[in-house]
């Protein structure tokens, strides 16, 4: 998932100025997140976060540090240290300062069940498929590519469910068994 601060249009630019703990708290809302999921429905594998413009590193460092502490819940706690973030003191053309976020959440299997749902129906009636058998495809690729996305959606939802001990049991069974 891929966020932006500040999301505002460029003739109110001017009439706001923004601090790092404003651009952190909007980096990290779902209203400004550029898919259509809520990351509060999901937690948060890995995050990154790109400040840019004349601020103080310390203050980015504490800024994402209390977002971590304080939304712990969204973050899966068996990858220690999973988010990290960098500031490049060049701003963005126009703005004094600016913040992008890249995060891998489970929240993202909504979109993705969204997609699935919506190709299946397609497919089922065969809608559009000849334009792609025409140009050489064949059906079995659409039906892989059904089943990827099914996995893929699959595997987000064991990482949410996921959690510390579970890894920590099946590491001591493997080494029971060897």
Not at 83 to 101: E, H, W
Not at 154 to 167: F, I, P
């Amino acid at each position: 998932m891929v966020g932006f601060a500040p999301l505002t249009s460029r003739g109110s630019q001017q009439y706001s100025a923004l601090s790092v703990p404003e651009l952190t708290q909007q980096m990290w809302d779902a209203k400004n997140m550029m898919c259509a999921a809520d990351p509060r429905h999901g937690r948060y594998l890995t995050a990154s976060a790109v400040f840019r413009g004349k601020m103080s590193t310390k203050e980015v460092d504490e800024q994402m540090i209390n977002v971590q502490n304080k939304n712990s819940s969204y973050f899966v706690e068996w990858i220690p240290n999973n988010v990290k973030s960098t500031v490049c003191d060049i701003p963005p053309t126009g703005l004094k300062m600016a913040s992008t976020f890249i995060g891998n959440s489970t929240s993202i299997q909504e979109m993705f069940r969204r997609v699935s749902e919506q190709f299946t129906a397609m497919f089922r009636r065969k809608a559009f498929l000849h334009w792609y058998t025409g140009e050489g495809m064949d059906e079995m690729e659409f039906t892989e590519a059904e089943s990827n996305m099914n996995d893929l959606v699959s595997e987000y939802q064991q990482y949410q469910d996921a959690t510390a001990d579970e890894d920590y049991e099946e590491e001591e069974e493997e080494l029971h068994d060897m």
